[in-house]
T-cell receptor, first 115, second 113 residues
Framework: TAGITQAPTSQILAAGRSMTLRCTQD?????MYWYRQDLGLGLRLIHY???????GKGEVPDGYSVSRANTDDFPLTLASAVPSQTSVYFC??????????????FGPGTRLTVT | GENVEQHPSTLSVQEGDSAVIKCTYS??????FPWYKQELGKGPQLIID?????GEKKDQRIAVTLNKTAKHFSLHITETQPEDSAVYFC????????????FGSGTQLTVLP
């Protein structure tokens, strides 16, 4: 199985432009997450979705939006990119229930540079 | 919310020696503590986790210990090998919405041959 796929792998984006980072999982996990990773700051949660049709804000949600129309897809949109959004973005998913409730599985990441 | 601190930020060990990475957390209600390994250019990979009802868990050369009273947990890697070289992150579940992890800032482990 593919697990979690992210697209694109990398992107250079002009400031002020919009972009959608794609994330798809094939594990039928209910919960999905978007993180950004910056040097020295670890991974910070941007938005999350506990189940299809619901979303919530994480630690650093400003400038980002998400949607969860179905179980498999969780796109992240930057409406008007700014240089401070230059980062590596990781999508993750987690099963629901039982002892595996908290385990999160990560995709390969998208490296975004905003110029 | 939860705050997780991780030390050291960098660690170099000789092949065959042991490595220890330590984390502290602030939310006494946290009950799940995973460790992730991240190789260059890849996403984090879950390597071991521990829940608050146990004090230690082992998986081959990797072990994690948890001290709930002191609110700290540690990753122990024995008989280190060059392929253990990576960035390691600890995390804890926050008391906010279910399943939200708060991560430490990471430890770059280098195993010298």
């Amino acid at each position: 199985t593919a697990g979690i796929t992210q697209a694109p792998t990398s992107q250079i984006l002009a400031a002020g432009r919009s972009m959608t980072l794609r994330c798809t999982q094939d594990m039928r996990h209910n919960a999905m997450y978007w993180y950004r990773q910056d040097l020295g700051l670890g991974l910070r949660l941007i938005h999350y979705s506990n189940t299809a049709g619901t979303t919530g804000k994480g630690e650093v949600p400003d400038g980002y939006s998400v949607s969860r129309a179905n179980t498999d897809d969780f796109p992240l949109t930057l409406a008007s990119a700014v240089p401070s959004q230059t980062s590596v973005y990781f999508c993750a998913s987690s099963p629901e229930g039982g002892t595996a409730t908290y385990e999160q599985y990560f995709g390969p990441g998208t490296r975004l540079t905003v110029t | 919310g939860e705050n997780v601190e991780q030390h050291p930020s960098t660690l170099s060990v000789q092949e065959g020696d042991s490595a220890v990475i330590k984390c502290t957390y602030s939310d006494s209600a946290s009950n799940y503590f995973p460790w992730y390994k991240q190789e260059l250019g890849k996403g984090p990979q879950l390597i071991i986790d521990i829940r608050s009802n146990v004090g230690e868990k082992k998986d081959q050369r990797i072990a994690v210990t948890l001290n709930k009273t002191a609110k700290h947990f540690s990753l122990h890697i024995t008989e280190t090998q060059p392929e253990d070289s990576a960035v390691y992150f600890c995390a804890a579940v926050s008391s906010g919405s279910a399943r939200q992890l708060t991560f430490g800032s990471g430890t770059q482990l280098t195993v010298l041959p």
